[in-house]
């Protein structure tokens, strides 16, 4: 696949089928990643990648904390950049998922949905160590990015979740069993990756992108 084409076709897919994720594509894929650029190349990323009845024992622990009112611990959008939020909730609310306007509850259950890693049969967690500085979260986030394009190039989807590491302690405790999550790692975000279920109209939602014009400054 061109470049162009995986960079244009990577889009954030809210519903995956069942089908297993074949172990190999995700290693090559995480192989690719680990040759995006890093500060002094130290490459901070630290993943943690979730399947079978571990990923089910973290959906059933994300979906009951949310289901209790325990709202993700996620910084609010300062209030200029509020209506990028709400612009795209109308998109996957009210068209993707058909969510009336004032139904609180088809809304309360396509949020759930988020915390059950959008049915997808891997759950990955991006974290880094909470030493580190602003340069290193953009390391982390070149090596997500190279990540998500490595999968959209074997045709398997994926959704950057930020709303799951609002629960890190619900994570780490739902995860113990299997793996500790050392206390110096904060979790950056969760991803959903799976084969995507086309038929559903969420996944041909595509959100907008501003112009070049309203975020680039060429200075000459």
Not at 135 to 153: C, N
Request: net charge negative.
């Amino acid at each position: 696949m061109a470049l162009d084409k995986a960079i244009l076709d990577r889009h954030a897919s809210r519903w995956f089928t069942p089908t297993p994720v074949p172990a190999v594509a995700l290693r090559e894929a995480l192989a690719l990643a680990s040759h995006a650029p890093s500060n002094s190349n130290i490459q901070p990323w630290r993943l943690f990648v979730v399947t079978g009845s571990a990923l089910d024992r973290l959906k059933d622990e994300l979906v009951t904390a949310s289901s209790a009112g325990v709202a993700p611990a996620i910084p609010p959008l300062p209030p200029a950049f509020q209506h990028f939020r709400s612009e795209l909730g109308q998109q996957v609310y009210g068209e993707g998922w058909g969510v009336a306007r004032g139904d609180a509850e088809g809304r309360r259950a396509a949020v759930l949905r988020n915390f059950e890693f959008f049915g997808a049969p891997v759950g990955v967690l991006a974290c880094i160590d909470r030493s580190l500085t602003k340069a290193d979260v953009v390391s982390l986030g070149m090596y997500l990015q190279t990540f998500l394009l490595a999968l959209t190039e074997r045709g398997i989807g994926s959704c950057v979740e930020v709303s799951v590491a609002g629960y890190p302690e619900v994570i780490s405790r739902s995860l113990e069993p299997w793996v500790h999550i050392p206390a110096e790692l904060e979790i950056v975000a969760g991803i959903a990756v799976g084969y995507e279920d086309k038929s559903l109209h969420i996944n041909h939602i595509r959100a907008g992108r501003v112009s070049i014009e309203d975020t680039v400054t060429f200075v000459q």
